[in-house]
């Protein structure tokens, strides 16, 4: 059995966020250039592996600065506005858009986004300088939201040195390996596949941490993907992989995005 890869899409930034939306099957991702703090916002398709928007365009805002991804939901992206960026960052305003098409649904700037409330299908946000709730019913927004075709999302374990674990997954890797890993793991079995993303020092170089992803099959116990995902790290990070829509979504340098297909 080998892994079949679906895409290789890689981009001119930073890949930043990737939020699936398990509504709809749809990923919004942002991409950002940190120098210049700008971002670009774009949605992929899971069940085609296209792209339906590539960024977005609306009248009146010449570039998003300053912005980032609040949530998904039913396949509508909610952004916000970062304030006050040189001594406390908050959150502000909010922008409903639709993911398929990139078009503006709903838009207020100086309120702030609460919860999205996913049994009533609603968006609650506050309004300014006041503890006042509004809520937004969004299928109102987005009709087509009925239509949605809901998939699941499976997020690894992350395991660190204080758990009891730990030490049978470092040996685990450093079987399947030539790596002596430390003790930073994250770790999911979906199916027949076991996932696990890993760290090592690079002591020869001593330029940080390399991370590593590896896929086993836990039927045969042979090592279906070997992959080196980012080198010259200077600490662990969190949510290196995901599998999605039976789907495996792996980042590499953070720059590229890798998707595999699963024979779940």
């Given at each position: 059995?080998?892994?079949?890869?679906?895409f290789?899409y890689?981009t001119?930034?930073?890949?930043?966020?990737?939020?699936?939306?398990?509504r709809s099957?749809?990923m919004?991702i942002?991409v950002?250039?940190?120098a210049?703090?700008?971002a670009n916002?774009?949605?992929?398709d899971s069940?085609s592996?296209?792209?339906?928007?590539?960024y977005l365009?609306w009248d009146?805002i010449?570039?998003f600065?300053d912005?980032?991804i609040?949530?998904?939901?039913g396949?509508?992206?909610?952004?916000?506005?970062?304030q006050?960026?040189?001594?406390m960052?908050?959150?502000e305003?909010?922008w409903?858009?639709?993911?398929?098409?990139g078009s503006?649904l709903?838009?207020q700037?100086?309120i702030v986004?609460?919860?999205?409330?996913t049994?009533i299908?609603?968006?609650?946000?506050q309004?300014?300088?006041t503890?006042?709730?509004?809520s937004?019913?969004?299928?109102?927004?987005?009709?087509?939201v009925?239509e949605?075709?809901?998939?699941?999302?499976?997020?690894p374990l992350h395991y660190s040195e204080?758990?009891?674990?730990?030490p049978?997954?470092a040996?685990?890797v450093?079987?399947?390996t030539?790596?002596?890993?430390i003790s930073?793991?994250?770790?999911?079995?979906?199916g027949?596949?076991?996932?696990?993303?890993?760290?090592i020092r690079?002591?020869?170089?001593d330029?940080?941490?390399?991370?590593?992803f590896?896929?086993i099959d836990?039927e045969s116990?042979?090592v279906?993907l070997?992959?080196l995902?980012a080198e010259?790290?200077?600490?662990i990070?969190?949510?290196t992989?995901?599998?999605f829509?039976?789907?495996l979504?792996l980042?590499?340098?953070k720059t590229?995005?890798i998707?595999?297909e699963l024979?779940l």
């Amino acid at each position: 059995m080998v892994l079949t890869k679906k895409f290789h899409y890689e981009t001119d930034g930073q890949l930043w966020r990737i939020v699936p939306c398990v509504r709809s099957g749809l990923m919004a991702i942002e991409v950002r250039n940190p120098a210049e703090r700008l971002a670009n916002f774009m949605t992929l398709d899971s069940f085609s592996g296209e792209f339906l928007c590539p960024y977005l365009e609306w009248d009146g805002i010449d570039s998003f600065e300053d912005w980032g991804i609040e949530a998904v939901y039913g396949g509508i992206l909610c952004l916000f506005r970062y304030q006050n960026i040189a001594t406390m960052p908050t959150h502000e305003g909010v922008w409903l858009a639709d993911m398929r098409t990139g078009s503006l649904l709903w838009a207020q700037e100086n309120i702030v986004f609460k919860e999205i409330d996913t049994q009533i299908h609603t968006l609650r946000v506050q309004l300014p300088n006041t503890n006042v709730l509004e809520s937004v019913r969004l299928p109102d927004l987005l009709p087509s939201v009925a239509e949605n075709k809901a998939v699941n999302l499976q997020m690894p374990l992350h395991y660190s040195e204080n758990n009891p674990y730990t030490p049978l997954l470092a040996a685990f890797v450093a079987e399947k390996t030539i790596h002596t890993p430390i003790s930073a793991f994250d770790y999911l079995e979906q199916g027949r596949y076991i996932f696990i993303s890993y760290y090592i020092r690079n002591t020869e170089t001593d330029k940080g941490l390399s991370n590593y992803f590896l896929a086993i099959d836990q039927e045969s116990g042979a090592v279906l993907l070997h992959l080196l995902l980012a080198e010259r790290l200077a600490g662990i990070g969190w949510d290196t992989f995901f599998v999605f829509n039976q789907q495996l979504f792996l980042v590499v340098n953070k720059t590229e995005l890798i998707c595999y297909e699963l024979n779940l």
